[in-house]
């Protein structure tokens, strides 16, 4: 009689792997490690296969690459969003003080000074631009709040402030640069303007 021998069938539509991960941790510099903790391993198993011997910032590196690409891409996206919004920003307030070159004719006709339409203009554009960001801090802080969990990290008040800033600077300029234009016009000028 023929002695049994034991038998493992595993089916081809699966895969089977047991995998075993290694962890070490030392003061030693990780890439002269593996090579140490690899030999050892062979002394202990020899028949063991070894594979995918790595630190672990190679392994993290391997599998960031697509969320750096990602990251780019949302941050170009970021200040593309951010270009087109001064754009925006300077281009509605830039109308607005525009509009008020006929009022501004007026005004310097019956005798106000030139620093009197400066400001005239500049706190019209001024309130504008708060309206607009305030309604856009709100409304910043509570879409960050809503997708906050999609997302690792937090997007701190240094970001808010920046953007804020930059885009109260962009729009005092829209404000200023035809308000300036506006205080050298000559009135008749100013009043046939359209």
């Not at 630190?55 to 969003?81: P, S």
């Not at 307030?93 to 006929?102: E, F, G, L, W």
């Amino acid at each position: 009689m023929e002695d049994s021998q034991p038998w493992f069938y595993i089916p081809l539509n699966q895969e089977f792997q047991s995998l075993r991960a290694i962890v070490v941790r030392s003061g030693v510099a990780p890439q002269s490690l593996i090579s140490e903790v690899e030999r050892e391993i062979r002394t202990l198993a020899p028949g063991m296969p070894l594979f995918n011997s790595a630190t672990g910032e190679q392994i993290l590196d391997q599998g960031e690459f697509i969320f750096k690409i990602g990251v780019y891409l949302a941050g170009g996206m970021g200040l593309l969003g951010l270009f087109i919004a001064v754009v925006g920003v300077y281009g509605v307030v830039s109308y607005s003080a525009a509009q008020r070159t006929r009022e501004v004719g007026i005004r310097v006709a019956l005798g106000a000074m030139p620093r009197d339409v400066l400001k005239l203009i500049l706190r019209h554009g001024l309130r504008l631009i708060a309206a607009g960001v305030a309604a856009g801090i709100v409304v910043g802080w509570l879409v960050t709040r809503a997708i906050g969990h999609i997302f690792h990290g937090s997007t701190g008040p240094v970001v808010f402030a920046v953007a804020v800033v930059l885009l109260a600077a962009v729009g005092f300029l829209a404000c200023y640069i035809p308000a300036r234009r506006a205080m050298g016009l000559d009135p008749m000028n100013a009043l046939r303007h359209e």
